[in-house]
Every structure is written in C-alpha cells, then in structure tokens.
Nanobody
Framework: QVQLVESGGGLVQAGGSLRLSCGAS????????MGWYRQAPGKQRELVAI???????NYADSVKGRFTVSRDNAKNTVYLQMNSLKPEDTAVYYC?????????????WGQGTQVTVSS
C-alpha cells in the first residue's frame, strides 16, 4: 500500500514563497508520475503540476514561471516550490502518485495542505 504525507503549507503574503513536500512510502509498488492538484472552496479541482519518473514536467498555465515541481526518486518525494504567490493560489493542495500494481495504474492522494496567500 502507498501512503502519502504532505507538509509545507501555511499562510504567506502575496509575492512570498512556500515549498510543499510529499513523501510516498510503501512496498511492492512501482511509482511512476507524481504531482500536485489544488482545490479552492466551491471550485473545481485543478491540476497544478506533474513530473514523470523520467523527470519531464508540465504545469498549469496559471502557475508557469512561478512554480517548480521536482522529485527525489531515492526518497519517493515530490516537491512544489511556489514563488511569487498570488491570492488566487489560495487552495488546498493535494499531492498524488501513480503506482503500478499488477499492470494497473492506481492513483494515491495525500491528505492535503492548506495554502493561503493574503493580499
């Protein structure tokens, strides 16, 4: 089984920075892509960033140039460096990992961490 634990959320002023981390643990699992979603109250869940096992990345247009996703494969940890934060970035951020079990890809989720950006 895969368990994801997030940390790094908090309150920050506009223009500030935060770094989120998410560590995945488990046995008999091959982890492929990892990334981040976010969801603000009353709004749709939004894909923020993704990083593949090979290190390829992709970002939502709203965060390009400001956010950077990275991973430490040895630690099965994914990070989200968030710079130049805006109030519009306020949301609960959820990490995820795609794990392969018996040829089937299963997505696991972190518990979520609140990011609040004040204006």
């Amino acid at each position: 089984q895969v368990q994801l634990v997030e940390s790094g959320g908090g309150l920050v002023q506009a223009g500030g920075s935060l770094r989120l981390s998410c560590g995945a643990s488990g046995r008999f699992i091959r982890i492929s892509a990892m990334g981040w979603y976010r969801q603000a109250p009353g709004k749709q869940r939004e894909l923020v960033a993704i990083i593949t096992s090979a290190g390829s990345t992709n970002y939502a247009d709203s965060v390009k140039g400001r956010f950077t996703v990275s991973r430490d494969n040895a630690k099965n940890t994914v990070y989200l460096q968030m710079n130049s934060l805006k109030p519009e970035d306020t949301a609960v951020y959820y990490c995820y990992t795609d794990a392969l079990r018996g040829g089937v890809s299963v997505r696991y989720w972190g518990q979520g961490t609140q990011v609040t950006v004040s204006s």
